[in-house]
């Protein structure tokens, strides 16, 4: 396979609708690449918090997508994002976050406003004109607290899923919360393999004990058993009316809606939890404007990869990054109420569930590449309980076609 050139449309005409791709998706750097200059550089991506960027001046670097990203608040309060490129000859501007009033060029010293617009650079020949040499920005956007960027010159509208968002993240106001921690799980598989794991259950009752322990709706809905399923959506219904919190703006997801590009909801987590902690007892204080535990977990989904959870004390914030043909980067940030001191905040027990259940994703992952690396492997059939993953191989082929 490997040193054939790609036939895209060739490639694309042949994958069966509902089976998994071969084998050229999951390991072809030809194709990664044609990925990151169409499909991938038009999707939006979490690179952080906004607590990151609390003061004027502050500046995060981040990678995506192999290229080095400089976020950053203006003085006006406004995020920015530019290419961590300098436009004299290229050197890399930023190697680390910090603070500054300019960003000046470690090489020659040009230096930026938190604009972008060139401000000083010596020795400049006459006729050179310095507003033509501004740091090129990427698009970036700002959702209750969530920072998105994507590389696209016309990246997908986020107007609507901000309409859809907005309510419950302020509700929650997650755009106040800080980050109690953060970790990393870098893996060895193409991101299409991270996110079709991602996006479906199936897998959940053999690789994820603690994760089914915890969520009920798993054992009840996610078993292809049609008395439970219902059962489930009847206790849904019931929790909703009886026991979820009525001042929160958001109800539960519409099943239609789940398979929808964006959207937003509640739900229990069951087992009568009131979070997701190993003895369903909270973990840290209410996050916003909540009044009481009310065991729910809100959802905030955008495809293909921005994912919010959110229990009653704290939420899970989800960066999926393609860094290779055959690796992405998983990171998890915790964010708690932000005025939570770090006595209140009890990390160890709040990260218990994501970082186990991503540790075993991270292992069935790479065992699922390995796999698809043999001269053996060919697609095989998503079964009804991976109608998620169906979706996003779905979207991303329809999409692919279209560059
Ligand atoms: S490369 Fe940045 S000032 Fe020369
Ligand atoms: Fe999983």
């Not at 398979?259 to 009568?272: C, E, L, M, Q, V």
Request: proline content about 6%; overall charge negative; glycine content about 8%.
């Amino acid at each position: 396979m490997k040193g054939d050139a790609i036939n895209l449309g060739e490639l694309i005409a042949r994958q069966t609708p509902g089976w998994s791709l071969e084998q050229p998706f999951y390991l072809s750097a030809e194709l990664y690449a044609i990925e990151c200059r169409g499909w991938l550089a038009k999707q939006w991506y979490v690179l952080g918090h906004s607590s990151e960027l609390s003061l004027p001046g502050s500046y995060i670097v981040r990678e995506l997508l192999q290229e080095s990203l400089l976020l950053l608040r203006d003085k006006s309060g406004q995020l920015r994002g530019f290419y961590n490129v300098c436009r004299h000859r290229g050197s890399r501007l930023c190697t680390a976050d910090g603070r500054t009033q300019r960003i000046v060029c470690p090489y020659h010293a040009w230096a930026y406003g938190l604009d972008g617009a060139l401000e000083t650079a010596r020795a400049l020949p006459t006729g050179v004109d310095p507003s033509r040499l501004s740091l090129h920005p990427v698009a970036v956007a700002e959702i209750g607290g969530v920072i998105l960027a994507s590389l696209g010159a016309e990246p997908s509208s986020l107007e609507e899923a901000r309409r859809c968002f907005e309510p419950g993240l302020q509700y929650l106001e997650l755009a106040g919360a800080r980050i109690a921690a953060r970790r990393q799980y870098p893996t060895r598989a193409n991101w299409k393999l991270v996110m079709e794991n991602f996006t479906e259950c199936y897998h959940c009752p053999a690789s994820h004990p603690e994760y089914c322990r915890v969520m009920q709706h798993v054992d009840q809905y996610g078993r292809d058993d049609p008395v439970k399923s219902a059962a489930w959506v009847r206790e849904e219904a019931r929790w909703l009316k009886a026991d979820a919190d009525s001042d929160s703006p958001l109800g539960a997801p519409d099943r239609d809606g789940v398979d929808a590009r964006y959207w937003a909801g509640r739900s229990p987590i069951g087992n009568g939890r009131l979070s997701q902690s190993q003895d369903g007892c909270p973990v840290a204080p209410l996050l916003g404007g909540q009044k009481r535990f009310d065991g729910g977990v809100t959802a905030f989904v955008l495809r293909p990869f921005v994912y919010l959870l959110a229990a009653n004390d704290y939420a899970t914030l989800f960066q999926f990054l393609p860094t290779g043909p055959e690796s992405t980067d998983v990171v998890i940030s915790w964010l708690v109420n932000g005025k939570a001191t770090d006595e209140a905040v009890d990390v160890d027990r709040m990260v218990w569930l994501w970082d186990v259940t991503t540790l075993q994703d991270k292992v069935i992952v790479e065992q699922n590449a390995q796999g698809v690396r043999s001269q053996d492997y060919t697609p095989g059939p998503y079964t009804t309980l991976e109608s998620g993953s169906a979706r996003l191989v779905a979207d991303y082929l329809a999409g692919l076609g279209e560059n």
